[in-house]
């Protein structure tokens, strides 16, 4: 039986980015920070709360509250609410839920918002609880945590494609690069390879630059109709498509590829475009291997080339194929689940020309790519979107 394209979002958009400053510590709630992505995306729109009828949210530090709780703190009453704990997927996953609440009625404007605090001891705190089954799988060996989970998916990616640490090391100094021209970014100096490669091993054969840095920060956007973003005044991106993913490729015994390789096909179908025809590309990037695995499953190059495609491209902002023009994770910080946003955010930032630092030229289409929630051996939840620039 052949499969069913999905039904395009026919006029429904995104509008209204925002962000909430990054900080390396803050001794803010969660609540602070989401409440702040609220109202920076509600002064974006120039509307009230009483006018979002929508609220989905995503965060990691909400415990023991619920998103429900959250209204409450929040003080409106939405007539249609969701909650995503999918990480780094969030931001897509919550882009296509709102999409189709809007686009059935359920919701006129609805506001997806993400944040997270990290005291001293919350990034601790969370890996401790973060999954049993991985508490199961590594802590009997004395090891947890995402940098040995991942030290484990690019030692076993390196030894099966070819990819080298200065193959890796390209992508890291050229998000450095992009995030140079971001404000927001708690990385302000630039990163050369050789700094990349002297850089102290943390779990081999992951080095410091490889890694994510944790801190606070929130992400926002709104979810509408295209006649009253019209109407609003708001610039805005189309949604053209989008695909999600879970627990993809079970039989793999380590994880080498993921979700988007089962759906890319009908991502550009439904869009009507091909990779060729894509300006720029959001990943999720808390490590690099992460990139490499997108840049293969997302069409750009085949399985087991993403390290040729790297050698043949620069990834700046101004160079070819611009990949996270405002720094990605790796530069500019992961603010817990805001992490699933930051590229969604400034995917619509570059297609209403009003980027957080560089933008990109002629940028018409943008893909977004999320990855979340990695369980010992793989990432389970996978999702990307295709926008585009206002006819």
């Given at each position: 039986?052949?499969?069913?394209l999905q039904?395009?979002?026919?006029?429904?958009?995104?509008?209204?980015?925002a962000?909430?400053?990054?900080?390396?510590?803050?001794n803010?709630?969660?609540?602070w920070?989401?409440?702040?992505?609220?109202?920076?995306?509600?002064?974006?729109?120039?509307?009230?709360?009483?006018e979002?009828?929508?609220?989905?949210?995503?965060?990691?530090?909400?415990?023991?509250?619920?998103?429900?709780?959250?209204?409450?703190?929040?003080?409106?009453?939405?007539?249609?609410?969701?909650?995503?704990?999918?990480g780094?997927?969030?931001?897509?996953?919550?882009?296509?839920?709102?999409?189709?609440?809007?686009?059935?009625?359920?919701?006129?404007?609805?506001?997806?918002?993400?944040?997270d605090?990290n005291?001293?001891?919350?990034?601790?705190?969370?890996?401790?609880?973060?999954?049993?089954?991985?508490?199961?799988?590594?802590?009997?060996?004395?090891s947890g945590g995402?940098?040995?989970?991942?030290?484990?998916?690019?030692?076993?990616?390196?030894?099966?494609?070819?990819?080298?640490?200065?193959?890796?090391?390209?992508?890291?100094?050229?998000?450095?690069?992009?995030?140079?021209?971001?404000?927001l970014?708690?990385?302000?100096?630039?990163?050369?390879?050789?700094?990349?490669?002297?850089?102290?091993?943390?779990?081999?054969?992951?080095?410091?630059?490889?890694?994510?840095?944790?801190?606070?920060?929130?992400e926002?956007?709104?979810?509408?109709?295209?006649?009253r973003?019209?109407?609003?005044?708001?610039?805005?991106?189309?949604?053209?498509?989008?695909?999600?993913?879970?627990?993809?490729?079970?039989?793999?015994?380590?994880?080498?590829?993921?979700?988007?390789?089962?759906?890319?096909?009908?991502?550009y179908?439904?869009?009507g475009?091909?990779?060729?025809?894509?300006?720029?590309?959001?990943?999720?990037?808390?490590y690099?291997?992460?990139?490499?695995?997108?840049?293969e499953?997302?069409?750009?190059?085949?399985?087991?080339?993403?390290?040729?495609?790297?050698?043949d491209?620069?990834?700046?902002?101004?160079?070819?194929?611009?990949?996270?023009?405002?720094?990605g994770?790796?530069?500019?910080?992961?603010?817990?689940?805001?992490?699933g946003?930051?590229g969604?955010?400034?995917?619509?930032?570059q297609?209403t020309?009003t980027?957080?630092?560089?933008?990109?030229?002629?940028?018409?289409?943008?893909?977004?790519?999320?990855f979340?929630?990695?369980n010992?051996?793989?990432?389970?939840?996978t999702?990307?979107?295709?926008?585009?620039?206002?006819?």
């Amino acid at each position: 039986m052949a499969k069913r394209l999905q039904m395009p979002y026919d006029d429904v958009v995104v509008a209204a980015p925002a962000s909430v400053d990054y900080v390396r510590y803050s001794n803010r709630s969660a609540h602070w920070f989401l409440a702040r992505a609220l109202r920076a995306v509600l002064k974006g729109a120039g509307i009230d709360k009483a006018e979002v009828d929508g609220l989905c949210v995503s965060s990691f530090q909400l415990m023991p509250d619920t998103a429900v709780g959250l209204v409450q703190h929040l003080g409106f009453s939405p007539r249609w609410l969701d909650h995503i704990p999918m990480g780094g997927a969030c931001g897509v996953v919550g882009l296509r839920r709102a999409a189709r609440a809007v686009q059935c009625g359920d919701a006129e404007v609805v506001a997806c918002i993400s944040g997270d605090t990290n005291h001293v001891d919350t990034f601790r705190n969370l890996l401790g609880h973060f999954s049993q089954f991985a508490q199961d799988a590594v802590y009997a060996y004395g090891s947890g945590g995402p940098n040995a989970n991942f030290a484990f998916l690019t030692d076993y990616y390196m030894r099966t494609f070819g990819v080298t640490r200065e193959d890796f090391g390209k992508l890291c100094v050229a998000q450095r690069t992009n995030a140079l021209g971001n404000p927001l970014a708690l990385f302000k100096k630039p990163l050369t390879l050789d700094e990349y490669m002297a850089a102290r091993p943390i779990a081999d054969p992951i080095h410091l630059f490889d890694c994510v840095m944790p801190c606070a920060g929130g992400e926002g956007f709104l979810v509408l109709r295209r006649e009253r973003a019209e109407a609003l005044g708001l610039p805005y991106a189309r949604i053209l498509s989008t695909i999600e993913r879970h627990n993809a490729f079970i039989d793999d015994a380590i994880q080498m590829r993921a979700g988007w390789a089962m759906d890319v096909d009908d991502l550009y179908a439904v869009a009507g475009k091909q990779p060729e025809d894509v300006d720029f590309l959001c990943t999720y990037d808390d490590y690099p291997v992460i990139n490499a695995m997108q840049l293969e499953d997302l069409g750009f190059c085949a399985k087991g080339e993403a390290a040729q495609f790297i050698r043949d491209n620069t990834f700046e902002w101004n160079g070819t194929f611009p990949m996270n023009p405002s720094g990605g994770q790796l530069s500019v910080g992961q603010a817990g689940a805001a992490g699933g946003y930051l590229g969604l955010v400034e995917a619509v930032r570059q297609l209403t020309d009003t980027p957080a630092g560089h933008q990109v030229a002629d940028a018409d289409v943008g893909l977004v790519s999320g990855f979340g929630m990695i369980n010992y051996d793989r990432g389970l939840c996978t999702a990307a979107a295709l926008l585009g620039r206002a006819a």
